[in-house]
């Protein structure tokens, strides 16, 4: 069985400062991970995944989210926050094999951007 | 081009009532999924499709619901003697593959008096 532990239901950050939002996750076998965005009465919309290889993955919009297996973490950052990036995030997994479809998320971090 | 297409966008309808859900994926996406997302929460996994086939419908929370995809494009969600428990938002989302990235469509939000 796979879980998703998102710290903090709610992040406030000013325009122009970092973007930290934190995933945990739980997975018996290696791992695929994923960042959705959710802007208010849209579906989500994929910002970032891991697979294999390069464990600093870059996305779209400015994101990038780091694979830690030692910590079991997925963390997504942003260098500088936009009032554009007020939304609600969810981290992702799967699992590597058959599957690999099945995304299991965390309960999703919102994101205020204040001016 | 389009993208995934569901609806009706919202729907409203008493408890006890039969309700259909449709999803329309992206032209040539032969995998379909559907998700729950409940107020507050993640979506959650209910049922995906390969082709016309549910190849997976682990996620279904009882056999009061059900999907079919019989041409293996267009999909519906059915609901039997709906429950308030149900009221949720309803995902759709397609791929080209199983292991390719999924596209998710604005969902329909469904509410159960």
């Known amino acids: 069985a796979q879980s998703v532990t998102q ?3 709610h992040v406030s950050v000013s325009e122009g400062a970092l973007v930290l939002l934190r995933c945990n996750y739980s997975s018996s076998v290696p791992p695929y991970l994923f960042w959705y965005v959710q802007y208010p009465n849209q579906g989500l919309q994929l910002l970032l995944k891991y697979t294999t290889g390069a464990t600093l993955v870059k996305g779209i919009n400015g994101f990038e989210a780091e ?9 997504l ?7 554009s990036d ?14 690999n ?12 951007v204040n001016p | 081009g389009a993208g995934v297409s569901q609806t009706p966008s919202n729907k409203v309808t ?30 959650e996994f209910l049922i995906y499709f390969q082709g016309t ?29 709906t429950e308030r428990g ?28």
């Open chain 1, 7 to 9: 710290l903090g239901s």
């Open chain 2, 14 to 43: 008493e408890k006890g009532k039969y309700v259909e859900l449709r999803c329309d994926p992206i032209s040539g996406h032969t995998a379909l999924y559907w998700y729950r997302q409940s107020l507050g929460q993640g979506p």
């Open chain 2, 86 to 113: 149900d009221s949720a938002v309803y995902l759709c989302a397609s791929s080209l593959e199983s292991n390719q990235p999924q596209h998710f469509g604005d969902g329909t939000r469904l509410s159960i008096l």
């Open chain 1, 101 to 112: 479809y099945k995304l299991t998320f965390g309960k999703g971090t919102l994101l205020t």
């Open chain 2, 53 to 81: 086939g549910a190849a997976d419908d682990s996620g279904l929370p009882n056999d009061r619901f059900f999907a079919v995809r019989p041409e293996g494009s267009v999909s519906t969600l059915k609901i039997q003697r």
């Open chain 1, 77 to 83: 950052t942003k260098p500088s926050a936009h009032m």
């Open chain 1, 86 to 99: 007020a939304a609600e995030y969810f981290c992702a997994v799967s699992n590597s094999g058959g599957s």
């Open chain 1, 67 to 75: 694979f830690k297996k030692s910590e079991t973490s997925f963390h």
